[in-house]
Structure formats: C-alpha cells, structure tokens
C-alpha cells in the first residue's frame, strides 16, 4: 500500500436526518452525495439503519445507481440489512453496531466477542464480491477477532480520541492516540487495509491522516454541519486539504 493513497469518503446520513425533520424530499442525500463526489471526495458512505431515522431504503438505491463514486454501505449485521446490502450491491458493508436508544454510534463492534453472529455476514458479503469492514476499537482482540472472521478492512472507531481532543484532555487524548496507532500497525501486520472515523474535524483529520498505515477516511457529521455555512463543497475542499496536509507528513 503506498502511503500517498489516502481516500475521502463522505457520509450522507445526516442530510437525510434534516430531510425527515419535517418530511418531504429536500435536502436531498443523493444530490449532497453528487456534490461531494464533484468536490473531490472519494466515496460516499450512508447508514441505513434498522429505525430508519436519516437514510432510506430508497436513499440508498438511488445512491448506488445515480453516484459515480463507490458506495459505502454501513449497517448493522442483521438478516434484513445482509439482504439489503445483497440486493443493492455496494462497492463496500461495513458492519458497525446499532441501539435505538443511541443518538450516533457509542462504540466499536464487539467482532471479539460475537464472531459467530459475524461470520456469516462477512461471508455472505464477501461472497456477493462486496468488500467488507469491521468497525471496531483499535484493540488487540479486536484486531485479531476481524482477521479472523476475513474481513478485509478494519474502520478504527475515533470517537474516543476526538471526544478527549473536543474536552482538552490531554492524557486521555495522547492514550487514545496511540491506541489508534498501535492499532494500525498491528492491523497493517495482520494484511488489513486500515480506515479510520467518527468525530473527525479539521484538525483530527490532518492529524490522523499522517498514519501511513490509515488508507482511508470516512467523515459525515463535522462536514455536513459546516456545510450550512461555508457550502457543501468548500468543506469537501477544505477537508480534503487537511487530510493532504497530513499525508505529507507520512510522506516526508
């Protein structure tokens, strides 16, 4: 893997959430979607979830047959949503956990500890030609649990570190942070290919981006919220010149 290739993916979710608000079709994800593809970004990712409280089902078959870019589907790894995901055919699933009672994902999934809830999942997945990610904290078992179950790619779960980044606390930050880090490599070790998200702003974006191992990121909430003032491709623009930043440092 060269360590110059570093890869945007944008999520949508949340221009739908500001969609259901108050119903209807406006804003609408697919055209977000469009806009960030023209931007720059590599991908676009959208969760569909099992309450369906931003993305729908017809969100997403519109997403994968109008974008140019590849889709990333995230979902939970539920009959229902493997059926989804077989029928839509994404370029990528990543399998992340879900709770009704959760306003945005509290955590990694727990690949260690339900790895025969997993496996058939990831293989019916795989099997389909769909490229499929854990969502998971950058732990050892964690790790080991996702090379395990064949899953190609790990997304390092960043919630943690970015929260203690937001609370300006340092020590927190710095323990995090290098989890992050020992995580990637051993992923790396293991033949995973490395993706990191949730939380990612600006500067923790630029930050990260200087891991070589870390092929790509996937951010939605931060870009979406500065999106209503500064537009939806200056903040594409903006991030993917952070993330540029960043990888010089990996480079140099």
């Not at 931003?54 to 009959?79: G, Q, V």
Request: charged share 25%; aromatic share 4%.
């Amino acid at each position: 893997m060269s360590p110059s290739t570093l890869r945007l993916g944008v999520n949508v979710d949340h221009v739908a959430t500001i969609r259901n608000a108050r119903g209807g079709r406006h804003p609408d994800p697919v055209r977000a979607a469009k806009l960030a593809i023209a931007a720059g970004c590599d991908g676009i990712t959208a969760h569909l979830r099992e309450d369906r409280r931003h993305i729908r089902d017809d969100d997403m078959a519109r997403l994968k047959a109008e974008i140019s870019k590849p889709l990333n589907f995230e979902m939970a790894a539920t009959d229902e949503m493997v059926a989804i995901a077989l029928k839509t055919c994404p370029h990528a699933a990543c399998l992340v956990p879900e709770k009704r009672t959760e306003r945005t994902t509290e955590g990694g999934l727990d690949a260690a500890g339900q790895r025969k809830h997993l496996a058939p999942a990831v293989l019916a997945l795989k099997q389909a030609g769909i490229r499929v990610s854990l969502f998971i904290a950058a732990t050892q078992g964690q790790i080991e649990a996702a090379a395990e179950l064949g899953a190609p790619v790990i997304e390092i779960h960043t919630g943690a570190w970015c929260d203690a980044l937001t609370e300006g606390k340092a020590a927190q930050a710095k323990t995090e942070w290098d989890l992050i880090k020992s995580g990637a490599e051993l992923a790396q070790s293991f033949g995973l290919e490395v993706h990191a998200g949730h939380g990612l702003d600006y500067a923790s974006a630029e930050t990260i981006a200087a891991l070589p191992q870390v092929m790509e990121l996937n951010i939605g909430h931060f870009l979406i919220g500065e999106a209503v003032f500064e537009g939806l491709d200056e903040t594409v623009k903006l991030m993917r010149a952070a993330m540029d930043r960043g990888r010089k440092k990996a480079n140099a």
